[in-house]
């Protein structure tokens, strides 16, 4: 079983900076895979970044250039860095990992980016 508790949400104006914290109960290296997605009312949930075990990222094209997923193995915390940000990226943001073969989610965090 992996508990994962995010942190750093919350009401950013347009343009502003944000950077989540995704904290687990078990050292990084037991999974293959740990990202973040989000999910609009109505919409489904989408990937925002990812990263496996070997530190290959992917980001979507939406937040490409914005965003950045980064690790840090000691705190066991996978961290999400978004600047720039913009009313579309409001959203509540969940951190996932992948430990095969299971996915375990966050309870997730609101993100509003509003004047």
């Known amino acids: 079983q992996v508990q994962l508790v995010e942190s750093g949400g919350g009401l950013v104006q347009p343009g502003g900076s944000l950077r989540l914290s995704c904290v687990a109960s078990?050292?990084?290296?037991?999974?293959?895979?740990m990202g973040w997605y989000r999910r609009v009312p109505g919409k489904q949930r989408e990937m925002v970044a990812t990263?496996?075990?070997?530190?290959?990222?992917n980001t979507a094209d939406s937040v490409k250039g914005r965003f950045t997923i980064t690790t840090d193995n000691a705190k066991n915390t996978v961290y999400l860095q978004m600047n720039n940000l913009k009313p579309e990226d409001t959203a509540v943001y969940y951190c996932?990992?992948?430990?095969?073969?299971?996915?375990?989610w966050g309870q997730g965090i609101q993100v509003t980016v509003s004047a």
């Open positions: 996932k990992v992948h430990w095969v073969p299971v996915d375990y």
């Open positions: 078990r050292n990084l290296w037991s999974f293959n895979s």
């Open positions: 990263v496996d075990a070997g530190g290959v990222t």
